[in-house]
């Protein structure tokens, strides 16, 4: 019988990074829903500048520690890099074959970072992250006049007369009507994507809380502790297939 060996694999930075990143989206979803049905809630003009802003202020931490993420993607720790995290590299295509193949074979390789079907689902995530974010700060721009777009939104809409810095939401009366119906033709696509990008989301976040949880009660591993302490338990010698599964 194989040796378990505790292996350090989690750095501090994707730790710190994952905790923040779920606090993050679970309070961006809740108070995101409240502002999908703000209608059937019956929320006031007041309510709803107030809900936004608080949602965007998350997504201001929201989107700095993605932009973090991305930076320690180039400088963190061996599993933490782009070539560990993305499904891209040479052995890759390979590996994926091997894995799938292994998974039917009823065996569970594995791995000491992302297995190679968790790659794709660290893609999907990271891009629909980055989406959320980066479709979040136009909108917050075009409807609450918000950095980083608010300041050049409001100056492209402010009517003849009015200071562009005193520009507030759901204030008509301050707006050149036709440059602020080109501003809302402009957002439109930005609010679509914002919103199918929560339902991806939400489906997405299940899928990989699903696969983590069985893949941990199939494979072991400790999965889910792993990305507290940094480390996993796994058996040792690893097979040569965890190896190949890096470019
Ligand atoms: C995981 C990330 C995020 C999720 C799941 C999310 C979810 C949502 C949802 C469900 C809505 C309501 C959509 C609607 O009314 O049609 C919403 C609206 C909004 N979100 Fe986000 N959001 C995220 C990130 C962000 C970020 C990073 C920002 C900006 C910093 C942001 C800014 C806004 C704004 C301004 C609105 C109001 C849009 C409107 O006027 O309809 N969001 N978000």
């Not at 409240?34 to 003009?45: E, K, P, Q, W, Y």
């Not at 970072?113 to 999907?124: D, E, T, Y």
């Not at 009366?173 to 609010?191: G, Q, S």
């Amino acid at each position: 019988m194989r040796q378990l060996r505790t292996y350090p694999v989690w750095d501090a930075g994707v730790r710190w990074f994952h905790w923040i990143n779920v606090i993050c989206v679970l309070g961006l979803v809740a108070v995101g829903v409240v502002i999908l049905n703000d209608r059937a809630l019956g929320v006031s003009n007041d309510g709803k500048v107030l809900l936004k802003t608080v949602h965007v202020w998350i997504g201001y931490v929201f989107a700095l520690n993605l932009c973090w993420r991305l930076v320690w993607a180039f400088v963190g720790g061996a599993h933490s890099r782009w070539h560990e995290l993305l499904p891209v590299g040479r052995g890759y295509p390979a590996a994926l074959r091997r894995y799938v193949a292994a998974l039917r074979a009823g065996e569970h390789p594995q791995y000491l970072g992302h297995n190679p079907l968790g790659r794709i689902a660290v893609a999907v995530l990271l891009f629909l992250l980055l989406a959320q974010a980066v479709t979040g700060l136009v909108l917050a721009g075009t409807d609450l006049f918000m950095p980083p777009f608010g300041a050049s939104i409001a100056n492209g809409i402010a009517a003849a007369g009015v200071d562009p810095r005193t520009l507030v939401p759901y204030a008509p009366e301050m707006y050149d009507k036709d440059a602020y119906a080109a501003m809302r033709a402009m957002r439109a696509p930005f609010v679509r994507i914002h919103g199918y990008g929560f339902y991806c989301l939400l489906f997405a976040i299940g899928a990989h809380i699903a696969a983590v949880v069985i893949t941990e009660v199939r494979g072991g591993g400790n999965l889910v502790s792993a990305m507290f302490t940094g480390k996993k338990i796994l058996r040792a010698p690893l097979s040569d297939q965890t190896k190949d599964a890096s470019p």
